[in-house]
């Protein structure tokens, strides 16, 4: 038995909503500290420190890459937010659970469609690199998987189970 590792990390695309609520607040925080500087009220440096505390923390909510590592037929997905926080997310073991590998909008993933119970989106959002669906088993149900696969990846996961994996 050969050992195998991939590592691929994607970088979720910046949402413009993400964007707009960081300036927003620190405009807002900004303002709150000029006006306390005007009145002396201390309620203006409790309401700054507030929206720099929700600027701060929205840097965790909208700044996600995704890293896939496949060991030995155990692929892994690990979310990690800010670039200092990693979180796993999902886990699977590709050589019970993989139902079919696939191109997102192939024709291979029509027969899963309405037996799928659940999504999950590990991609980066931008649209540059074409998505492919991972249909597996999740206890006794069938969950969609959308994730970005580099030649590396989508090799190493075909030599696990050849029948599976389709690249068209």
């Given at each position: 038995?050969?050992?195998?590792?991939?590592?691929?990390?994607?970088?979720?695309?910046?949402?413009?909503?993400?964007?707009?609520?960081?300036?927003?607040?620190?405009?807002?925080?900004?303002?709150?500290?000029?006006?306390?500087?005007?009145?002396?009220?201390?309620?203006?440096?409790?309401?700054?420190?507030?929206?720099?505390?929700?600027?701060?923390?929205?840097?965790?909510?909208?700044?996600?890459?995704?890293?896939?590592?496949?060991?030995?037929?155990?692929l892994s997905v690990d979310k990690i937010m800010n670039r200092s926080k990693r979180k796993?997310?999902?886990?699977?073991?590709?050589?019970?659970?993989?139902?079919?590998?696939?191109?997102?909008?192939?024709?291979?993933?029509?027969?899963?469609?309405?037996?799928?119970?659940a999504e999950r989106d590990f991609t980066s959002g931008t649209g540059e690199s074409t998505?492919?669906?991972?249909?597996?088993?999740?206890?006794?149900?069938?969950?969609?998987?959308?994730?970005?696969?580099?030649?590396?990846?989508?090799?190493?996961?075909?030599?696990?189970?050849?029948?599976?994996?389709?690249?068209?």
């Amino acid at each position: 038995m050969s050992d195998t590792y991939v590592e691929l990390l994607i970088k979720r695309k910046n949402s413009p909503m993400g964007k707009a609520l960081r300036a927003a607040c620190i405009f807002m925080g900004i303002t709150q500290i000029l006006l306390y500087v005007l009145s002396k009220g201390f309620f203006f440096v409790g309401t700054a420190l507030l929206f720099f505390g929700i600027a701060y923390f929205s840097n965790f909510v909208f700044r996600v890459e995704y890293e896939y590592l496949l060991v030995d037929r155990q692929l892994s997905v690990d979310k990690i937010m800010n670039r200092s926080k990693r979180k796993k997310v999902a886990e699977y073991d590709l050589s019970t659970e993989l139902e079919m590998f696939a191109p997102l909008g192939s024709p291979h993933l029509d027969y899963y469609k309405d037996m799928v119970s659940a999504e999950r989106d590990f991609t980066s959002g931008t649209g540059e690199s074409t998505v492919f669906g991972l249909v597996v088993h999740v206890e006794k149900t069938l969950e969609l998987v959308k994730m970005e696969a580099n030649d590396e990846l989508l090799e190493q996961i075909s030599m696990i189970s050849p029948r599976k994996v389709f690249k068209d």
